[in-house]
């Protein structure tokens, strides 16, 4: 895929340990090691909020649903 260059604007700290990231060559150079933050951080915020969503269901009506044209009241035991 295509990258696209941009400019990014940082405190001169998170400046200095992202240095000292590619200086040990945990990442051979900026542009790597921020894209490789960036998407570790929308990965993890993707997960956030489907764990949110999930939370919001209601189990007991979603085994209702389930259930619904199943022909048996209640799940078999296993």
């Known amino acids: 895929m295509p ?4 400019a990014v ?3 001169r700290r998170l400046l200095d340990e992202l240095d000292a990231l590619v200086d040990a060559r945990e990442y051979p150079n900026r542009s790597q090691a921020i894209e490789a ?9 993707a ?19 389930a259930e619904e044209g199943m022909g048996v009241e209640a799940w078999p035991e296993y």
């Open 37 to 45: 933050a960036l998407a570790d951080a929308l990965a993890r915020r």
């Open 3 to 6: 990258k696209l260059k941009v």
């Open 9 to 11: 604007t940082l405190e």
């Open 47 to 65: 997960r956030t909020r489907l764990a949110a969503e999930c939370a919001k269901l209601d189990p007991a009506e979603e085994r209702a649903l």
